[in-house]
């Protein structure tokens, strides 16, 4: 009996031996074979736009415009003199413009109307603003304008050198955001 059971483990290992030569069984788990390689398609650009038209006069009688704006990213900031977090965002824009000025254009729309003049001159003498600051046109007060649906102050435009809408922040941007967004935009 002993020699019968000999033989059957050994027909039983002659067995597991020629299995495993012959790739039917392993001793390890079955690999998946692994995914043929794909290739990786790129986005598709966004359609080609216009750039942005807009053309303001600032405080000082200077053009702020599509034409006077191009070939350097440029940061619109859309304030109003009576909120407070318009005032900082004016703030964080002067410390902007202080590092990058002449690389970018920086510039403050106002978002109230002309008779609040005396207004938007104090506000830009109390912060020391140096930077084109323009009065929105009645279409942008509207939020119809140029940067259609933009009427929430504070709030962030970032133009290509094109003039191209590339960046829209509503809300405060602090300086470490606007040199993101300028960075971003800039990369592109």
């Known amino acids: 009996m002993a020699h019968l059971l000999a033989v059957s483990l050994l027909a039983v290992s002659l ?3 020629s299995l495993l030569a ?3 069984v392993t001793d390890r788990a079955v690999e998946e074979p692994a995914p043929a390689p794909t290739l990786s398609v790129a986005p598709e650009p966004p359609p080609a736009t216009p750039p942005v038209a807009f053309g303001w006069t600032d405080l000082r009688g ?9 070939g350097r990213t440029t940061v619109l900031a859309f304030v109003a003199t009576y909120d407070v977090a318009s005032q900082a965002q004016a703030r964080f824009l002067t410390a902007l413009s202080k590092r990058h000025v002449p690389r970018i254009n920086v510039g403050l729309v ?3 109307q002309e008779t609040n003049r005396p207004m938007v001159e ?3 003498e109390t912060l020391g603003i140096d ?9 942008t007060l509207a939020g119809n304008g140029p940067f259609d649906g933009l009427h929430h102050v504070p709030s962030i435009v970032v133009l290509d050198r094109e003039g191209h809408e590339r960046a829209r922040r509503l809300g405060l941007a602090k300086e470490e ?3 993101e967004l300028v960075r ?3 990369a592109d």
């Open 110 to 112: 106002v978002l109230e």
């Open 122 to 124: 104090a506000f830009v």
């Open 131 to 139: 930077y084109p600051v323009v009065f929105a046109d009645a279409a």
């Open 184 to 186: 971003e935009v800039e």
């Open 15 to 17: 067995l597991a031996v």
């Open 22 to 24: 012959a790739g039917c």
């Open 177 to 179: 955001d606007l040199e």
């Open 62 to 70: 200077r053009p702020l415009s599509t034409a006077s704006v191009r």
